[in-house]
């Protein structure tokens, strides 16, 4: 596969991160298949994916949809979130997938492991995406970040087959970084993620109120996950992050926050839940992480 050749992407999970990628391919050329659910599968053959973006303009592009992979791909973006993993992963069998690239672009630090007693480890890259897209109805994605960013991991992949994969994404529109260090990429953001997650949830607001209103916490939590990221083997430093934050648009939210608003599962656990096993491991404590996981599970409880 190059950008020359155009392959066949699977990307299982099309909603916002998702679809917004499979609409990117395939307006880039590339074959597209779009694993989901039966009444997403109806609505996306039946209109594709329609996209709204101040970035990349308002456009529709078709896709292809089934609920399992049935013939072998070159790349296969994971883009479900994390509560939906197991489940989702049964739509793509290994023996399918074959020799294909399982490129995961989920939060937390943990899934790789899984995926590669799934699947062989050469044929899995671990990635990160730093976008705000939302799916506001089957096919229907809006993006409303003014970027697009992918790092991906190639420590087990060969190189060439990785940076292949990335020109395909850079080619899409994405900007698209590849790096060795798997930790220090996975951690990089999950530095970032889990303050952002964990505060903006537990008190229902944006990252502009974050920064300003609740700034103390956001700095110890944000001390809190660097130092178990670097105890990890990660290269990550606190002011980095924090300098990360006040360049945010104010009235972003985490993906978490907007899963809480609108009722749905948390990926609590493998976000604040994974920061907290890591912490343990190293013999650490995070005590702002801890209490706002517990408080945010308790909330989550009340709300069943």
């Not at 298949?33 to 101040?54: K, Y």
């Not at 993906?255 to 650490?284: F, P, V």
Request: aromatic letters at 4%.
């Amino acid at each position: 596969m190059s950008v020359a050749h155009p392959g066949t992407i699977a990307v299982l999970g099309p909603g916002g991160v998702g679809g917004l990628l499979a609409a990117l391919l395939s307006r880039a050329g590339h074959q597209v298949i779009c694993l989901a659910g039966e009444s997403t599968v109806q609505a996306l053959t039946r209109n594709g994916i329609r996209v709204r973006s101040t970035r990349f303009g308002d456009f529709t592009a078709p896709v292809a949809a089934a609920t399992h992979l049935t013939e072998p791909v070159d790349v296969c973006l994971i883009t479900c979130k994390q509560t939906a993993l197991d489940a989702a992963l049964e739509r793509v069998p290994a023996r399918v997938l074959a020799d294909g690239l399982a490129v995961p672009l989920l939060n937390g630090v943990e899934h790789p492991a899984l995926l590669r007693r799934r699947y062989r480890p050469e044929q899995v890259v671990p990635g990160v995406i730093r976008v705000e897209a939302t799916r506001t109805a089957p096919g229907v994605v809006v993006h409303s970040s003014p970027f697009v960013q992918v790092d991906l991991a190639g420590a087990t992949a060969s190189a060439d087959r990785v940076r292949a994969a990335a020109a395909v994404l850079e080619d899409a529109g994405v900007q698209t970084r590849v790096s060795q260090d798997e930790t220090t990429t996975l951690w990089t953001k999950m530095a970032f993620l889990a303050p952002m997650a964990l505060l903006t949830t537990r008190y229902g607001i944006t990252i502009g109120d974050l920064r300003t209103r609740y700034r103390d916490e956001l700095l110890t939590l944000t001390h809190e996950a660097t130092a178990v990221a670097r105890a990890c083997g990660a290269g990550v430093d606190a002011d980095a992050v924090i300098t990360m934050y006040d360049a945010f648009p104010p009235e972003t939210k985490s993906s978490m926050q907007r899963d809480a608003e609108a009722g749905r599962a948390l990926e609590l656990d493998a976000i604040g839940g994974a920061l907290l096993r890591s912490a343990d491991e190293h013999g650490m404590t995070t005590p702002l992480a801890a209490r706002l996981v517990a408080e945010l599970k308790t909330t989550a409880r009340a709300t069943q």
